[in-house]
């Protein structure tokens, strides 16, 4: 079965460090890989994809996510942490199984701190 | 544009009632997909239609109907409401059935069940 795991509930940052939030997953097939960030009392919004090529994706607001296929991570990073960046952060992965819907990580908080 | 727009924002419905929820895609998108969020979790995928046609179904009681209008705007109907279905309903847009896409989200609305 396809699935989805973010290791951590909470990530705590001081501004201007880099960040890092973790996800894993198994797929059977090639991963269609996913992040999405989502503010207080707010909808999600997609940040940044991985379907093939480049393993370092670039997306919004200066984030990026490395893919590696061999560890099965696709982890999310950004060079110098902003508070305003302090968020719930969702790794996804498309399920090919299951007419190719979105399968979510239970999410983590990340928490800039100034 | 328009983003994703979903009504009511809020409600608060007690055990057995039926309730119904209402989506409107950007313009021009003929995808729409609802998913359910728990306080703590990920969302979990409920319903895809696409054309006006169920795409994809969710594993959730048939208490969980949804349909799609010619204008591509959507209702999500649960029946017989029980606590545990208190979430925040988050609905989705995109273009096409957005197998590598990214998905367009509403800000959802929180149903509490009393």
């Known amino acids: ?11 705590n940052v001081a501004e201007g460090n880099p960040l890092t939030v973790k996800c894993t997953y198994s797929v059977s097939g090639n991963p269609y890989l996913f992040w999405y960030v989502q503010y207080p009392n707010r909808g999600l919004q997609f940040l940044l994809k991985y379907i093939t090529g480049d393993n370092l994706v670039k997306g919004s607001y200066g984030f990026e996510a490395e893919f590696n296929k061999s560890q099965t991570s696709f982890h999310l990073k950004k060079p110098s942490a902003l508070v305003s960046d302090s968020a719930l952060y969702f790794c996804a992965v498309r399920d090919i199984n299951s007419n190719y819907q979105l399968i979510w990580g239970a999410g983590t908080k990340l928490i800039i701190k100034p | 544009d328009a983003g994703v727009t979903q009504s009511p924002t809020h409600l608060i419905k007690t055990r057995g009632q039926h309730v119904t929820l209402r989506c409107s895609p950007i313009s021009g998108h003929k995808s729409v997909s609802w998913y359910q969020q728990v306080l703590g979790q990920g969302p979990q995928f409920i319903f895809q239609y696409y054309e006006k046609e169920e795409r994809g179904r969710g594993n959730f009681p048939d208490r969980f109907s949804a349909r799609q209008f010619p204008n591509y705007s959507s209702e ?3 029946n017989a409401l029980l606590l545990g279905d208190s979430a925040l309903y988050l609905c989705a847009s995109s273009p096409d059935r957005a197998y590598t896409g990214e998905l367009f989200f509403g800000e959802g609305s929180r149903l509490t069940v009393l």
């Open chain 2, 76 to 78: 999500l109907n649960v």
């Open chain 1, 1 to 11: 079965a396809q699935s989805v795991a973010q290791p951590e509930d909470q990530v």
